[in-house]
Every structure is written in C-alpha cells, then in structure tokens.
C-alpha cells in the first residue's frame, strides 16, 4: 500500500475526511486510512475500534469516541502519523 506513495508523500488525514474528498481522492481516502487504521492497529491493538463504535452508538462525536478509545485526539495522531509516514 505504501508504494502507491514511493514518489510522493501520504495526503494528511485531516485532508482526507470530507465527503468531497471521497468524491475527488477516493483512492487516497481508502489506501491511507487504510494504513492509519493499520497504524492504529500496531500501536493499540483491535479492540479499541469496538469502543468508537460502541461510543458512537451512545451518541458521542467521532472526535469524542476516538478520544476515548486511542487516547487522544484525532488531531494528535493526524501530527504523529504525519511524522512517521512523511
């Protein structure tokens, strides 16, 4: 998946969230958050995505649920991705 980026960086996260960007970078919406979710996975482990949904399905935000299930913000891990993928 990374090699589809070998002559170019990985697009930021936050880039990649709005509808209009499925519709102009669909390609670039599922391969990186493809690899952030596998990043994710590396540092925490599976479970913590059964808690956002969980979270989310008692109405908490996005931003709130994945708070609560990776520790921090989705801002924060949007910079250390960035930091590692970059």
Known sequence: MLSKYSD???P????LET???LETA???VYRVGTIAAADLIEGHGILPFGQVFEDLGKGESWETAFENAFGQSPNA?????????H
């Not at 930021?12 to 880039?15: F, I």
């Open 8 to 10: 170019r960086s990985l």
């Open 12 to 15: 930021n996260l936050s880039g």
């Open 77 to 85: 891990f949007y910079v250390a991705f960035s930091k590692r993928y």
């Open 26 to 28: 669909r390609d670039d």
């Open 19 to 21: 509808m209009d960007a």
